[in-house]
């Protein structure tokens, strides 16, 4: 085979001796739950400058004669089944990952059933392939989530959309939320929801005998979370920091429980083959009835949004707004292409959010040496009680340095992400037939000591740019992806959480509760803490 594999992203053109028909992706549904770089829709943050000693720059590879997949090394199918199904493995990707990256090597092949997949846990091997991929990538096999809008006569949203159909919609959200100044305006609404944060951590520790403890940290993350995203999204407030949540959000929440609690169970709904429904009736029919909630919650919000606006044009006044009032007055999008992208973007943009804000805050709970270190920086840059607001972002190259090593590096909240090869590649020396179901292992390269140097400790500031040279690519760590099929919103989530974060350090000191066990990352679909993490908010003094 006349491939050269050192020649940059490798498109061998040969035809596929080998089409896969992916159907079981047990593992990858586990990791999804997810030109020019202008033109991609890639800020200059996304190519972030390495110059920092702490991370390490790329590396060219060696040129080798290109193999077949046969040759790849991995694990046997029973050793996977056992991992997987007797091991706990659902609830280990991300150890997974490490333990056989360094028994195969920075690329793998495993059978899950007769899904064969290949797993690149290389940095170098990862930007070749999301370099190369075509206009409109495909991230893994969505049947299910398909399945279900068409049993309903929904549409699909980003998430499950795939070719013209996503490309469209993906034209449309890009314009509006992709960069950092389109989100910038929404800085006064999830200011006014870091408002109620501050409150609720006030609340909540009043309520428990030592006045200073919030017990498990992620249920009021997740309720932040999803108070801010719903106010960008539906341009209304959820109560979800109220004291009494109302009825509907409790609901919605229930359903997202659902969803995710039963995780493994929703996942066999798409793994599952049609024909044992009759005798394994479960896991569909909670998949549906998660999904009825989800759409139900958002149908809500739109058409509520929707009578407003239509009233106000009854009255003859001018309609103003922000992201739903735009696409529900310029029809870019049908109302079901609406209702299909608003209800994908709050399941992503909830659960991945809140976890980060969990981790984040354990981590300088843990150190408290950077957290005042990053308290000094924010106090130094806003001046005392100032609230941040987007435009000051860039002057707290701590605040962002602190999420970056958070969700970049220790807890990337999507361990792993998919992609389905729509050419044939020559990858890491391997001929991959079009068609092959990848795992991009996150996970492990955040960790390798080949990307950045100390992988395993927590220092925020090896993401601050000492000087203005060196600008190199890191995928060793691309928490929200790549590409034009990254995370539409990427700029929503850091907004969100760099002025939470800014605000919990101007307020509080934060501090692990003893009652904390031993923190350790599990898998449930995304990479959360596996106990509770209880902190103590103790008033700062300015
Ligand atoms: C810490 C927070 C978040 C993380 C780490 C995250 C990460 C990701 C990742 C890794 C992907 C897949 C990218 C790829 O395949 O290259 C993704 C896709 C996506 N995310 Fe996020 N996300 C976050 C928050 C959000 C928020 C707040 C929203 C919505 C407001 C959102 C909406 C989406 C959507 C719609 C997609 C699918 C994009 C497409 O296929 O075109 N995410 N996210």
């Known amino acids: ?24 992706v047990y593992v990858l549904r586990a990791l999804h739950k997810s030109a020019t770089s202008e033109a991609l829709g890639i800020s200059a943050t996304e190519e972030e400058a390495m110059s920092s000693s702490l991370i390490r720059p790329v590396d060219v590879g060696e040129k080798t004669r290109v193999k077949t997949l046969k040759e790849m090394p991995g694990p046997s199918t029973l050793s996977n089944l056992v991992e997987f199904f007797w091991r706990d493995g659902f609830g280990r990707i991300h150890e997974i990952q490490m333990e056989h990256t360094k028994k195969y090597g920075k ?34 096999n969505m049947e299910s989530w398909k399945e279900y809008r068409d049993l309903r006569g929904r549409s699909t949203g980003l998430i499950s959309a795939e070719g013209d159909e996503w490309l469209k919609m993906r034209s449309v959200l890009r314009q509006l939320i992709m960069r950092p100044r389109d989100v910038a305006v929404f ?3 999830v200011n006014q929801v870091v408002d109620d944060l501050v409150n609720r951590v006030c609340l909540l520790r009043s309520q428990q005998p030592d006045g200073k403890t919030v017990l498990n940290v ?9 108070e801010a995203v719903a106010a960008i999204l539906y341009e209304c407030r959820l109560g979800c920091l109220e004291k009494e949540v109302p009825q509907e959000t409790q609901d919605y929440i229930s359903a997202l429980n659902l969803m995710f609690s039963s995780f493994k169970t929703t996942m066999y709904a798409g793994a599952i083959p049609k024909w044992l429904r ?22 809500i919000h739109v058409d509520k949004r929707l009578t407003d606006i239509k009233a106000q044009l009854e009255r003859g006044e001018e309609v103003k707004g922000g992201l739903l009032t735009h696409l529900l007055t310029t029809k870019d999008m049908s109302m079901e292409e609406i209702y299909a992208n608003v209800t994908e973007m709050l399941l992503a943009g909830v659960d991945t959010t809140s976890f980060t804000l969990s981790w984040a805050s354990y981590l300088l709970a843990r150190h ?15 001046g005392p009680g100032a609230i941040a607001t987007a435009d000051d972002v860039p002057r707290l190259p701590l605040i962002r340095g602190l999420v970056k090593e958070t969700l970049s590096r220790l807890f990337p909240v999507l361990p792993g992400n998919g992609r389905v090869t729509q050419d044939d590649l020559v990858v890491g020396g391997y001929f991959i037939p ?9 996970y492990s390269t955040s960790m390798d000591e080949e990307n950045f140097i100390d992988a395993s400790d927590f220092r925020p500031d090896r993401w601050v740019r000492k000087d203005s040279s060196g600008r190199v690519d890191n995928f060793g760590s691309i928490p929200f992806g790549y590409g034009i099929r990254s995370c539409v919103g990427r700029r929503i989530a850091e907004l969100e959480m760099h002025l939470a974060l800014t605000r919990l350090i101007q307020k509080f000191h934060i501090g692990v509760a003893p009652i904390t066990a ?8 995304l990479l959360c803490p596996g106990v509770p993490i209880h902190l103590h908010f103790t008033d700062r003094e300015n």
């Open 1 to 24: 085979m006349a491939c050269d594999v050192t020649a940059g992203p490798s498109r061998c053109t040969r035809t596929t001796a080998e089409r896969l028909n992916p159907q079981l």
């Open 107 to 140: 690329i793998f092949k495993s059978h899950f059933g007769p899904q064969l997949v290949v797993s690149i846990a290389g940095r170098d091997l990862v930007a070749q392939v999301l370099r190369s991929e075509g206009v409109a990538p495909q991230r893994g």
């Open 187 to 189: 800085s006064d609404d």
């Open 218 to 226: 992620n249920d009021l993350f997740f309720k932040y979370a999803m």
């Open 278 to 299: 009759p005798v394994m009736p479960k896991p569909w029919e909670e998949f549906c009835s998660s999904w009825d909630g989800l759409f139900k919650f958002s149908l």
């Open 368 to 382: 408290p040496h950077i957290q005042q270190q990053i308290h000094t920086e924010v106090t130094k840059t806003l």
């Open 434 to 442: 079009k068609g092959t179901q990848l795992a991009l292992c996150h």
């Open 518 to 525: 031993d923190v350790k990352a599990k898998t449930h679909g």
